[in-house]
């Protein structure tokens, strides 16, 4: 499976942003498909991620209530529309899929980037003040 992540850029303070993230290759059933974002001299940083019936989202602390994961099977395609952009939102984004077919009612298992299988290149996004 090979995840390809595009959409970064420069953007001001307050613009908005949106990610795509491309699957191709081998296909699996049921893949969870999420957004981590790294920024300099940090870990890497859990941000949302959609199952793939798309019932079940989860936003970690950052973007909760400004960003937005949605999901196209059709086009084995998942985007993060990124409202209200702050400095702090500074860091690479990357996509991942998580392809094991576990679905877990606890919550933190799809926050944990060694739940992922497949990892995107990364899509750098710069937010100035």
């Known amino acids: 499976v090979q995840l390809q992540a595009s959409g970064g850029g420069l953007v001001q303070a307050g613009g908005s942003l949106r990610l795509s993230c491309q699957a191709s290759?081998?296909?699996?059933?049921?893949?969870?498909l999420g957004w981590f974002r790294q920024a300099p001299g940090k870990e890497r940083e859990f941000v949302a991620a959609?199952?793939?019936?798309?019932?079940?989202?989860f936003y970690g602390a950052p973007g909760k209530g400004r960003f937005t994961i949605s999901k196209d099977n059709a086009k084995n395609a998942v985007y993060l529309q990124m409202n209200s952009l702050k400095p702090e939102d500074t860091a690479v984004y990357y996509c991942?899929?998580?392809?094991?077919?576990?679905?877990?009612?606890?919550?933190?298992?799809?926050?944990?980037?060694?739940?992922?299988?497949?990892w995107g290149q990364g899509t750098l996004v710069t937010v100035s003040s």
């Open positions: 959609i199952t793939w019936t798309g019932t079940r989202l």
């Open positions: 290759g081998r296909t699996f059933s049921r893949p969870t």
């Open positions: 991942a899929a998580g392809v094991r077919g576990i679905s877990s009612s606890d919550t933190t298992y799809y926050t944990l980037p060694r739940n992922y299988d497949y």
